[in-house]
């Protein structure tokens, strides 16, 4: 079964800086690609970010130029550094395992307990 543990969500003021973690085991880690997803209440869940297994990266146009997404190969995590947060990016975050392909991010069933972000005006 595969299990996606997340971390490093809170409350941050807009302009601020939050850095979220999604550890798993090694074998989902090595051979799949992994993705950020959030839900807004009363909004549909959105991809945030995907990332490959070699590396190339995917980004919403909402956050371009301010997320990252990157892999940690030696910890078996995936992370979120997100800058220049605004109101509008809270939601709950959540890890996903997935399928990179030519430049599209698309889910697997499989998905973290979430971790909320709230972003203060």
């Known amino acids: 079964q595969v299990q996606l543990v997340e971390s490093g969500g809170g409350l941050v003021q807009a302009g601020g800086s939050l850095r979220l973690s999604c550890a798993t085991d090694r074998s989902t880690f090595r051979f799949n690609a992994m993705g950020w997803y959030r839900q807004a209440p009363g909004k549909e869940r959105e991809l945030v970010a995907g990332?490959?297994?070699?590396?190339?990266?995917y980004y919403a146009d909402s956050v371009k130029g301010r997320f990252t997404i990157s892999r940690d190969n030696a910890k078996n995590t995936v992370n979120l550094q997100m800058n220049s947060l605004k109101p509008e990016d809270t939601a709950a975050y959540y890890c996903n395992v997935g399928n990179y392909y030519r430049g599209s991010y698309s889910p697997y069933g499989y998905w973290g307990q979430g971790t909320q972000v709230t972003v203060s005006s």
């Open positions: 990332i490959s297994g070699g590396g190339d990266t």
